[in-house]
């Protein structure tokens, strides 16, 4: 046999293999220390969120009107910045060339190919 199919024997770990009683005695104890939080978890079942929410009340009223006050001194005491300027979508692809505007090459003002409309002076 190799190592790897050797097996060990493991019963001397086991704590109920030299006591039978080991293990309804672990049990019992178990249940008997959780005996309180299962009961409290079987009534919280019938709780909904807003019963949760209306039991945080003393912590969760304080926090939102201190969070409010510090946004509200941080908002008053930031220095405003510039307003943002709105770009329409052609200025920003016209912006730095020397065309024309899609809308004038649209409504036929200025001069204008058909075939030369699609097609660079360089070629492709």
């Known amino acids: 046999m190799s190592d790897f199919e050797e097996r060990a ?3 001397s770990l086991d704590p109920g ?4 009683a080991f293990w309804p005695r672990f049990h019992n104890r178990v249940l008997g220390e ?3 939080e299962l009961a409290r978890r ?3 079942g019938d709780l909904g969120v807003t019963d949760v929410v209306f039991a945080w009340r003393r912590a969760l009223v304080p926090m939102a009107l201190l969070a409010a006050a510090l946004a509200g001194i ?3 005491g930031h220095e405003t910045e ?5 770009v329409a979508l052609e200025e920003i692809f016209t912006e730095d060339l020397n065309l024309q505007p899609i809308h ?7 001069s204008f190919h058909d ?8 070629g492709f």
């Not at 004038?104 to 200025?110: D, K, Q, T």
Request: glycine letters at 8%.
């Open 9 to 11: 024997l493991l019963g």
């Open 115 to 122: 075939a030369l409309f699609a097609v660079s002076e360089e």
């Open 42 to 44: 079987r009534m919280a």
């Open 104 to 110: 004038s090459v649209l409504n036929g003002e200025g």
């Open 74 to 76: 941080l908002i008053a």
């Open 17 to 20: 293999s030299q006591d039978p």
């Open 34 to 36: 959780a005996q309180a």
């Open 82 to 86: 510039p307003p943002v300027q709105l």
